[in-house]
């Protein structure tokens, strides 16, 4: 009997911890990311339901949610195009995010732009455009406007191995350096860009490598591992809010699925599919939280089924939601029409 | 005591940064050398590096933080120091600011400053007069300064724009052109043309250096008794077409001209206009005088051969007020 109470009591104490507390954050927005996503891709996409390219980040949820938990509230965020949890992390709802895919009214763009090119200044997220690492410049402008204010706030940019061959990044990184803003880099390296494997994209191994060529500190993490994450997210914040420059972060991941909704990613061998999915983020992290006593098995079932529900009165919320107005067309090119 | 063009554009830039303490510059070698033709010299002095950014020779990365800038409540006044490398910034420009405020709500207020133009020797890639790409972007304001007065007026009103505005300046005018200017804050809207000189027989519809050739032209057809009507457009976007449809009405004949090169110039554009819009007061088709479609040459016989003068505007305007 009193052997059975102790183990509760541990239990209890644990699941109390301030790493528990994050753990169960960090599976709740990857589960959600993973349910939005699957929706998404594999249901709404295939009934015709959303409209154009769909990119998910399945197997990559770690990054935005390490990321995420990483920022302070009022830093400002430019997530890339699989970087989803970023988004319901700010309080963006699935439903704003079906809506978006939808082309519908109900979405942060209102129909005028489609799938992850969406933002909300007012929640500190910046909309990427479709150009690869062209939101690195963009961030680079907006961290230098907050030392400028003497504020201390400081940027987070996404991206992936792919983008880091632009010349945007080059040059946003270099001047972000050159200015020390408060920057902090996150590479999402999936090895895949598009069909591009890492080796046609770059001649040396890591995206890391780049930063000394710009004096700037980088490391990489397991990019499957949000708490891993977080603690590099942390420290590149504090790099950064001490004024100390931008900080580069390359989460080494994969893609577990193909480049878009359209793609059946053959060129990718079916071996490094099966090996990654050993590595599912949001496995791992559960079986963690079982392990280390952050959560029970019940709990973490309970997590998904209420995030499958809150999902599927999401989509109708978003069904509900109009097109726009084809009035509308002309409005919001400038300040003032004409 | 008369003010060049170059420092009405310096004028309103101080006058700005003291107004409001949010704008501020960013460029190549702004600051301590004051800019490849002085127009920041002596800002660093004044408001120091907090404000008056020197940056890498990063045309992209320059237009990008001018835009996370302003997403951020600055207003940043970008500089190209010429017109020419505004392409290694164009996707940063035409597809990231000009488009934000639709897409998402985002306004971009900032100003991408560019010398441009030719007739100072600088060959192919130090005097293109490019601001046709940007008159084709949505969500672009294109400013065109003729005279010292405007480009102060208009910098003035372009860095208070909450729209991206590309603001080209015309290299050649910058110590050529001057004249006494309004005193105190003065600025001049953008989107309103200016009848530079009233006519009766024809209008020419220019913009930028050109409006000062047309008017030598105006001058020297006038000893023949052609009076010509010469408007400056001041700005492509937004465009005052009322201004042109109404001085169109009144001389029935139009040439619109430009130094930037003939095919998908903006004079086409004009020209459309005008036809479908004051056809039954035309009494002559609408002709345009525009560079020939070549890159800018750069020894001074094929130079002047590229560029429009008023000789060939004469030509022109003799040709069609004899129609
Ligand atoms: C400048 C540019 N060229 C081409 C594309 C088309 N495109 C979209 S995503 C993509 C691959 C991006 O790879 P990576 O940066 O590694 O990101 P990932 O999709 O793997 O997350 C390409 C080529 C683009 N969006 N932008």
Redesign the interface.
Known sequence: MAAVKLEALTRHDASQSPEADLARKALTYMTMMREVEERIERRLYRQGKVLGGVYVGRGQEAIPVGAGLAARPDDVLFPSHRDLALYLMRGVTPGQIFAQYMGRVGGLTRGRDGNMHMGDLSKGLVAIISAMAASVPVAAGAAMALKYQGRDQIVMVFFGDGATSRGDWHEGINLAAVQKAPLVLFCNNNQYAYSTPLDKQMACANVADRAPGYGIPAEIVDGNDPLAIYEAGRRGADHARMGLGPYLIECKTFRMTGHSAHDPADYVPKQLFEEWSQQCPIVRLEKRMIEEGWATSQEIAQLHERIRLETDQAIEWAEQSPYPDPSTLELDVYETKG | MATTYLEAIREGLFEEMDRDPNV?LLGEDIGIYGGAFKVTAGMLDRYGP??I?D??I?E???????????????R?VAEMQFADFISCGF??IV??AA?????????APMVVRAPCGGGIHGGPYHSQQNEAWFAHT??L?VVLPATARDAKGLIKSAVR???PVIFFEHKALYRRVKEDLPQGDYTVPL?KANIHREGRHLSVITYSAMVHVADEAASIVAKEGLSVEVIDLRTLT?LDEDTILASVRKTSKAIVFHEATLTGGFGGEIAARITEKAFEYLDGPVMRLAAPDTPVPFSPTLEEAYLPNVDKLVAKIRQLAAY
């Open positions: 501020f907090r404000r950014v940056t890498p990063s992209s990365a320059i237009v990008g933080a001018a835009i996370g800038a302003s997403f951020m409540g600055l940043p996707d940063q597809n990231f488009k934000c405020r639709y897409r998402w709500n985002a306004p949505p969500g304001k724009d909450n729209d989107g937004p």
